[in-house]
């Protein structure tokens, strides 16, 4: 029978810093959306695992991404979201234009020879898919659209335009796990008949009828509408069924049937012990408010029902009295798959 991951690389902080080192710095990562940058003059910061990056729309319409870190002493230069022609660090108010140049440094010019034009925010790769930004602080990354795969493709088979999406609001959630039990959790549905009774009313998650596959570094579930019960939340719509897909190393994607509807978030390490986690909801333009706060409170509940397994687990791993699990090779193989490619990435 096929085992788990060793369960002390669940609360390893060695184990931590290899994954930050060995994966998430070669990995593509969502960090937010174009409705952040809703025109020329806007930024907004997010995180790429635990490095800082900042997302810039210039006043020439071009897309940038950058270190979210200052040149002079390493403090982040931008927090949150807005509108504003430069950066300014608020530690010594070293100042940069959304394209990354240094703009001022007081007193500089009390230094022979400054090199004003080497001293500009470190440029990473920025990347779309639909309203969705990506970022990879690599040194060569591969193109996104070949790190996305086949999903794209599956999501726009369903009949969901990504492009016709509106933001609508972001769920955020601090949990006392490690990231990638909160991944692993996501990418099995061998628990929803027990711990998930309201998903499992609107989905067939029997065996039968929920199908897995994985393809590359990525991880998708299809649920067909359960025939009968649906009483826990309205599907009727445009989407015939759910598709929910994991992007290696951390990314979430889930579409549910109905009204076109999507939300993506990352799985962020925060420790050994703790990750963050966060979900953007988009939906399609018209879509009924009251439909959208049901699908939402849905959703919710799952969620909450997720965090009681999710630090469960972890408090069972870290315990240090078992080495290992063990993984059912048909209900539980995305979690083999994600557990191969972890292993795989840290042996390099």
Known sequence: METTLPYSWYSDPEILRREQERIFRSAWQYTGHLGQLPQPGSFFASTCGS??????????????????????????????????????????????????????APRSEEEPDFP?????????????????????????????????????????????DVDALVHHTRWEAELEANWKIVCENFLECYHCQVAHPGFAEVIDVAADAYALDASGRLASQYGPVREAGRATMDVEGELPRSQFHFLWPNLTVNIFPGRPNISIGPVVPRAPDRAYRYLDYFFGPGVDER?????????????????????????????????????????????????????????E
């Open 51 to 104: 490095t800082p990056v900042v997302v810039t729309l210039a006043r020439d319409g071009e897309l940038r991404a950058f270190l979210n870190i200052c040149r002079h002493r390493g403090f982040p230069v931008a927090e949150g979201e807005g509108r504003r022609e430069t950066i300014q660090c608020p530690y010594h108010a070293w100042t940069y234009g959304l394209d990354g140049c240094l703009r001022a």
């Open 116 to 160: 004003r034009e080497e001293l500009g925010l470190v440029p990473v790769a920025v990347g779309t898919w639909g309203p969705f930004v990506f970022v990879n602080i690599g040194p060569d990354p591969e193109p996104l659209a070949d790190a996305l795969g086949s999903m794209p493709a599956q999501v726009a088979e369903l009949g969901l």
């Open 291 to 347: 439909w959208i706060d049901d699908l939402k409170a849905f959703d919710d509940q799952v969620g909450r029902e997720d965090r009681v397994l999710v630090e469960g687990v972890q408090r069972g791993v870290a315990s240090g009295t078992i080495d290992r699990g063990v993984l059912l090779s048909r209900s539980e193989q995305l979690i083999g798959h994600f557990q191969a490619l972890t292993a795989s990435a840290l042996a």
